[in-house]
C-alpha cells in the first residue's frame, strides 16, 4: 500500500491486515503474526487475540520496561569474552494505554568492543523460552532482505512520475517485475544457481548481451560464456519449458 510519506508506518493497517485476515480465515494452516514497534498498539493485539494469532510484536523501550530487567543491564564483571553475551528475559507487562497485562520479552546483548548494552523489548501472546520469541521474531529480517532486494534489484524506489496515482502504478508494475524474477529463480534456476540474488541473475542473465543470426529455418543466438555457460543456459531453458502448460485434450485425443 502505498501511502504519502508524511505518515506513520502503521497507519491504515486495518485497510491493509483485515483483507488479509478474512482471506486466511478458513483456512486450516497455522497463521502467526510478527511486526515492528510501529504495530505496537492495543487494537491490533485485541484483533490478533481475537483471531486466534500467535504474535510477537516489538516495543520501544523506556525507563519501566529497563527496571524490569534491571539485572540484566549491568555490565559482566572480568576482561570481555570474544563471544557475544545474550541474556533473556520474561514478565508481565501493562502500558498506561493498554486494557491489560501482556508477556513481555526482552533480549540484551553484550558485545565486545562496545561500551554500552543492546536492549530489545517484544509483546507477545507465546508462551514458550524466550529465546524461542525472540528467534521467531527475528524471521521478520528475510522479510526485510526480500525488500531490500527488490529496492536494489528493480529500483522500484524509483517513483519520478508527477501524479500520486502514477507513482503508486508504476511501483505496482515494478512489484509485479519482481515477482515474476522471483518465480523465474525459484522454478527455473538448477539447484547450482539458486542462490542467485535477483540483481545477479539480472547482470548474468536477463541483460547479458547476444548476437542474433536469423536463417531461414532456424534462429542462432551467440552468447558469451563468461557468466552463463552454454550447458547452465540450457538447463535454465529446459526447464522454463517444462513450465508450459499441456495443450488441452478435446475427445480423447490431444490438440496441437
Same mark, same amino acid.
Given at each position: 500500500?502505498?501511502?504519502?510519506?508524511?505518515?506513520?508506518?502503521?497507519?491504515?493497517?486495518?485497510?491493509?491486515?483485515?483483507?488479509?485476515?478474512?482471506?486466511?480465515?478458513?483456512?486450516?494452516?497455522?497463521?502467526?503474526? &510478527?511486526?515492528?514497534?510501529?504495530?505496537?498498539?492495543?487494537?491490533?493485539?485485541?484483533?490478533?487475540?481475537?483471531?486466534?494469532?500467535p504474535?510477537?510484536? #516489538?516495543?520501544?523501550?523506556?525507563?519501566?520496561? $529497563?527496571?524490569?530487567?534491571?539485572?540484566?543491564?549491568? &555490565?559482566?564483571?572480568?576482561?570481555?569474552?570474544?563471544?557475544?553475551?545474550?541474556?533473556?528475559?520474561?514478565?508481565?507487562?501493562?502500558?498506561?494505554?493498554?486494557?491489560?497485562?501482556? #508477556?513481555?520479552?526482552?533480549?540484551? $546483548?553484550?558485545? &565486545?568492543?562496545?561500551?554500552?548494552?543492546?536492549?530489545?523489548?517484544?509483546?507477545?501472546?507465546?508462551?514458550?523460552?524466550p529465546?524461542?520469541?525472540?528467534?521467531?521474531?527475528?524471521?521478520r529480517?528475510?522479510?526485510?532482505q526480500?525488500?531490500?532486494?527488490?529496492?536494489?534489484?528493480?529500483?522500484?524506489?524509483?517513483?519520478?512520475?508527477?501524479?500520486?496515482?502514477?507513482?503508486?502504478?508504476?511501483?505496482?508494475?515494478f512489484?509485479?517485475?519482481?515477482?515474476?524474477?522471483?518465480?523465474?529463480?525459484?522454478?527455473?534456476?538448477? #539447484?547450482?544457481?539458486?542462490?542467485?540474488?535477483?540483481?545477479?541473475?539480472?547482470?548474468?542473465?536477463?541483460?547479458?548481451?547476444?548476437?542474433?543470426?536469423?536463417?531461414?529455418?532456424?534462429?542462432?543466438?551467440?552468447?558469451? $560464456?563468461?557468466?552463463?555457460?552454454?550447458?547452465?543456459f540450457?538447463?535454465?531453458?529446459?526447464?522454463?519449458?517444462?513450465?508450459?502448460?499441456?495443450?488441452?485434450?478435446?475427445?480423447?485425443?490431444?490438440?496441437?
Amino acid at each position: 500500500m502505498l501511502r504519502r510519506g508524511n505518515h506513520a508506518s502503521a497507519k491504515f493497517w486495518r485497510r491493509v491486515l483485515l483483507p488479509v485476515v478474512a482471506r486466511y480465515r478458513h483456512l486450516n494452516i497455522r497463521k502467526l503474526f &510478527r511486526g515492528d514497534a510501529a504495530f505496537a498498539r492495543p487494537a491490533l493485539y485485541r484483533l490478533l487475540e481475537t483471531e486466534g494469532y500467535p504474535y510477537a510484536i #516489538r516495543i520501544p523501550a523506556n525507563d519501566v520496561l $529497563e527496571r524490569e530487567i534491571a539485572h540484566l543491564l549491568n &555490565r559482566p564483571v572480568g576482561r570481555p569474552p570474544k563471544k557475544l553475551i545474550v541474556l533473556y528475559a520474561g514478565f508481565l507487562y501493562r502500558a498506561a494505554s493498554w486494557d491489560e497485562y501482556c #508477556r513481555v520479552v526482552a533480549k540484551v $546483548e553484550w558485545h &565486545r568492543g562496545e561500551l554500552y548494552r543492546r536492549v530489545g523489548f517484544i509483546v507477545t501472546n507465546i508462551w514458550k523460552a524466550p529465546e524461542h520469541v525472540v528467534r521467531f521474531y527475528n524471521g521478520r529480517g528475510t522479510a526485510e532482505q526480500w525488500i531490500k532486494e527488490g529496492k536494489n534489484a528493480v529500483k522500484w524506489t524509483k517513483l519520478s512520475c508527477r501524479t500520486f496515482k502514477d507513482n503508486q502504478t508504476r511501483l505496482q508494475l515494478f512489484a509485479l517485475a519482481c515477482n515474476l524474477a522471483n518465480f523465474l529463480r525459484r522454478l527455473a534456476l538448477p #539447484r547450482d544457481v539458486k542462490h542467485w540474488s535477483l540483481t545477479t541473475l539480472r547482470e548474468k542473465l536477463v541483460k547479458i548481451g547476444a548476437k542474433v543470426t536469423r536463417h531461414s529455418k532456424y534462429v542462432t543466438f551467440q552468447l558469451a $560464456e563468461v557468466a552463463v555457460t552454454r550447458n547452465l543456459f540450457a538447463a535454465i531453458l529446459d526447464r522454463i519449458e517444462r513450465l508450459a502448460l499441456p495443450p488441452p485434450v478435446v475427445a480423447g485425443r490431444m490438440l496441437a
